[in-house]
């Protein structure tokens, strides 16, 4: 920063040797300037580092003093409160005795962006501020048993050493390892539950005082196997280490010790374990030093310590997983049990509380969550019934088994076990009938506290509930975090999905098919009665008999897809009358497209390809030639990006993409036969009379596959459906007579009957 005196005034400036010009706001510069005429346009745009364009106000003309050297320098002024900065503008003018200032010059070598990105994802390997705890660490540990070296090992994983509390950086470390690309890929995992805090909360009631006991080096303390020592070893810089004790950052660690731990106290009364730490207390202080003299005893035969720092005994207040337990702010199941619930018209809420000696109530628990979008379409009755069958399942744990009065301010609610309820009250009644309650009247009110909180609740995210699957279409997706090809493979190297691929591939799993009932197409018109008389029909048209040559076969021809637009073949014609086509086809369906187009380069086609997926969908593969258009990397990039499976056919050899090499070949001659010049006439006509046509292949017609229902054309019309019959039966009925007229007004026709 640099003092000066501008117009007298005593400004600090920040030196930019990267600034071009000097800079001031307009607030700045309207408390030091003088009656100097307004600001001169500058006629230049000023560009930040980020690349943001500023446009300034104008530049002024300011007197400046520094260091005994007097001049009159421009100023840009622009508008904001910014910082004022010396450019190199005033840099040339003033000289600012730089070798004063400089205290040390930090040299920068150049490094590849890319070693700087690799660099930065693995910092932990170039740090050493752990280097000398972290040896020290092993070697205590190795004393201590819980490491030892060895020589050899046919699996290993990185040594991470992580400070036990991240706010004191020079506190004790912990020695993990990463073992996420080792045992946690291979092993499965101990799914062993893990205790809710409510669960022991609801279980210690009733206790005077309270006892939490924290084991040391809690997960180290069990001894390991022979057999899985091997796979926790890992690599450090004084060599191969091997765990002969459980070990942190291992995914099963949690669940094996939990387990642990239950089976030496979950026997016990007024104890309770939370992984590494224990809870208890008792009735009486005879009860509870009785419970710790057990629990001691265990711990000592099974050779478990305790950190006698963070453990506190008898205490009428403890905290334990972030829960603050006393004889006052716990729940106490002896005494009196209230629960008040309230509905509003998008939320639900619920509170627990416990009546006192003087007869006043202490909330004890609070419950609420958002009503989904059914929920919120129930009449207020059912949304109150609602608010209840929330609160009962929320403190289950503190309800069940015990006698409790529930509150609601909707009267009507009072006669839940009526004999006429709907099928929604009835299965709440029967939920609720689990409960020994007393259902009562409260007005809102008198109890405002379960009022606010269904006007403020949780979201219903927080509850487990249904959530609605929306399916989104997408025409191109730029970048995805994973590929098909990775999530097959992860999918395939899971131990539990592996299995299940396995065995559907296999046909280890048997599954029921869904029937889907197709009825079979017949023809309804008595005069040409059967398909081989049209096909006979057809083949004797001279024009048809000219254009027709042998069909070819060959040995292995496509599988037939399972549903319609799965897999398309397409193929370029023309040019034809200075055009060229784009001709689509539909393996299932044998519906065919034809598009104009104005090349054959990848970007024509894929303008035609985005149209036909708007409609009809996006399929899995997409059959083609080698050509140009169909071999650019531009054309992979838009199948790719649509997930789509491209197939190309075998070089010499067009019959690989027959299907659309023999509709090329339908289309010419059909255009060719037609007469007339209008050509998209004659492309619509050939369009529609080939999709109402039922195919050879299938024997239906191509429209009724992709579609879902007949086309009409003027020979159905000749035979209407009967839908259409009454319809026109109704229509004749009506005769123009005085009661029917037509009147036209300036707003339009208007019809009267």
């Known amino acids: 920063m640099v003092n000066v005196k501008i117009n007298g005034s005593e400004v600090s400036m920040e030196v930019d040797t990267g600034a071009a010009v000097s800079v001031m706001g307009i607030s700045a510069y309207k408390r030091i300037k003088k009656n100097e005429g307004k600001l001169q346009n500058s006629g230049v745009v000023l560009k930040t580092y ?15 003093v520094y260091n005994g050297q007097c001049c009159k320098l421009p100023i840009t002024v622009v508008k904001g409160n910014v910082p004022t900065l010396m450019g190199r503008d005033w840099m040339q003018r003033l000289n600012l005795q730089w070798f004063k200032r400089m205290r040390g010059i930090n040299f920068c070598d150049k490094v590849d962006s890319r070693v700087k990105t690799l660099l930065e994802k693995y910092p932990e390997v170039f740090s050493n501020r752990l280097g000398t705890r972290t040896e020290q660490e092993l070697n205590r540990l190795e004393d201590q048993g819980v490491w030892r070296k060895v020589q050899y090992s046919k699996w290993a994983a990185l040594i991470v050493p992580v400070l036990k509390n991240s706010k004191d950086p020079t506190g004790p470390i912990r020695i993990c390892g990463d073992y996420k690309i080792t045992v946690n890929q291979a092993a499965p995992v101990d799914s062993y539950p893990i205790p809710n805090i409510t669960d022991h909360l609801a279980t210690i009631a009733g206790g005077e005082r309270y006892t939490k006991l924290d084991l040391s080096q809690a997960y180290q303390q069990l001894e390991l196997d022979e057999t899985s020592r091997e796979f926790l070893t890992i690599n450090t810089h004084q060599g191969l280490y091997q765990p002969t004790h459980l070990q942190f950052d291992v995914h099963s660690t949690t669940g094996i010790f939990q387990r642990e731990m239950d089976r030496r106290l979950g026997r016990l009364s007024f104890v309770k374990v939370q992984v590494d730490g224990i809870l208890m207390s008792g009735k009486t202080d005879a009860e509870h030093l009785n419970n710790l003299e057990s629990v001691l005893k265990i711990l000592k035969e099974s050779e478990l310590t305790l950190k006698v720092s963070k453990c506190s005994f008898m205490q009428p207040k403890v905290e334990f997983c972030g829960f603050i337990i006393s004889q006052k702010a716990h729940f106490n199941p002896s005494r009196k049990i209230v629960v008040h619930c309230d509905a509003s018209r998008y939320g639900v809420r619920a509170v627990l509380s416990q009546q006192q000696y003087d007869g006043s109530e202490k909330p004890v628990s609070f419950a609420s969550r958002t009503l989904n979008i059914a929920e919120r379409n129930y009449a207020q009755i059912e949304k109150e019934g609602l608010a209840l069958v929330i609160a009962v399942k929320k403190f289950h744990q503190f309800l069940f088994g015990q006698k409790f009065r529930l509150y609601t301010d909707h009267k009507p609610l009072l006669g839940l076990f009526s004999e006429s309820k709907a099928a929604r009250v009835l299965r709440w009644a029967l939920l609720l009938s689990a409960y020994d309650y007393q259902l009562l009247y409260c007005p809102g009110e008198k109890y405002a506290t379960a009022d606010g909180l269904s006007r403020l609740p949780l979201d219903v995210s927080k509850e487990k509930s249904r959530l609605k699957t929306i399916e989104v279409a997408m025409l191109e997706l730029v970048k995805t975090p994973i590929t098909e090809k990775q999530l097959r493979g992860a999918t395939q190297n899971n131990p539990i999905l592996g299995v299940v691929l396995n065995r559907v591939l296999e046909g280890g799993l048997t599954m029921e098919p869904r029937k889907v009932e197709m009825k079979p197409f017949a023809l309804r018109f008595s005069e040409l009665s059967t398909e081989g008389e049209i096909g006979d029909k057809v083949k004797n048209f001279e024009t048809c008999q000219r254009s027709q040559k042998n069909l070819l076969t060959w040995s292995h021809p496509w599988e037939y897809p399972s549903r319609p637009w799965e897999r398309l073949h397409i193929d370029h014609a023309g040019p034809m009358n200075g055009k060229i086509y784009l001709v689509v086809v539909d393996s299932f369906s044998k519906w065919i497209e034809v598009e104009v187009v104005r090349s054959t380069e990848a970007k024509a086609t894929i303008k035609v390809l985005r149209k036909l997926f708007s409609t009809h969908g996006i399929p899995r593969v997409i059959v083609s030639d080698n050509g140009s258009g169909f071999s650019s990397e531009e054309y992979k990039e838009f199948l790719y990006s649509n997930r789509i499976k491209p197939v190309h056919s075998a070089p010499y050899h067009p019959a690989t993409n ?29 369009l529609f009379k080939y999709r109402v046509t039922p195919h050879s292949t299938t024997g239906v017609s191509p429209a009724e596959l992709l579609l879902g229902r007949r086309l009409q054309n003027p020979l159905s019309m000749l035979h209407p459906e009967v839908s259409s019959r009454i319809n026109e039966k109704k229509l004749s009925d009506i005769s123009v007579d005085k009661d029917l007229f037509f009147s036209t007004r300036r707003h339009g026709l208007r019809q009267k009957l």
């Open 658 to 686: 027959g299907q659309a090499e023999r509709m090329v070949k339908t289309f010419k001659n059909s255009i060719k036969n037609f007469q007339g010049n209008n050509i998209e006439t004659q492309l619509c006509r050939f």
């Open 50 to 64: 980020t690349g943001e364009l500023i446009r300034p106000e104008g530049i002024g003309l300011v007197e400046v």
